[in-house]
């Protein structure tokens, strides 16, 4: 794991509590080389209609203030 990707996951276990008490989790899919962050909600969190919100407010949020060389954060689906 490279220092953007640890960087990512520590930023990540700092909302992680909140996502499990619901059910859910959040996982890094891809840090493309144009620093473009790719993550899937998993558990309840991938059903849940607020997730959009929770990716919004709580996710991006989290990840800017951590990880600002991150340039834009998408939610992959599968």
Same mark, same amino acid.
């Given at each position: =794991?490279? $220092? +953007?990707?640890?960087?990512?996951? *520590?930023?990540? *276990? /700092? ?6 008490? *619901?059910? #859910?989790?959040? $996982?890094?899919?891809? !840090? ?7 993550? @899937? +909600?998993?558990?309840?969190?991938? /059903?849940?209609? =607020?997730?959009?919100?929770? =990716?919004k $407010? #709580?996710?991006? @949020?989290?990840i800017?203030? $951590?990880?600002?060389?991150?340039? @834009? !954060? ?5």
């Amino acid at each position: =794991m490279d $220092a +953007l990707h640890q960087k990512v996951e *520590d930023a990540l *276990d /700092t909302i992680r509590p909140y996502l499990e008490a *619901d059910g #859910g989790n959040v $996982a890094v899919v891809e !840090i493309t080389s144009d620093q473009i962050l790719k993550l @899937e +909600l998993t558990g309840a969190c991938k /059903t849940c209609n =607020m997730s959009h919100m929770t =990716m919004k $407010a #709580g996710i991006e @949020e989290t990840i800017k203030r $951590a990880v600002p060389e991150i340039k @834009e !954060i998408q939610s992959i689906n599968r």
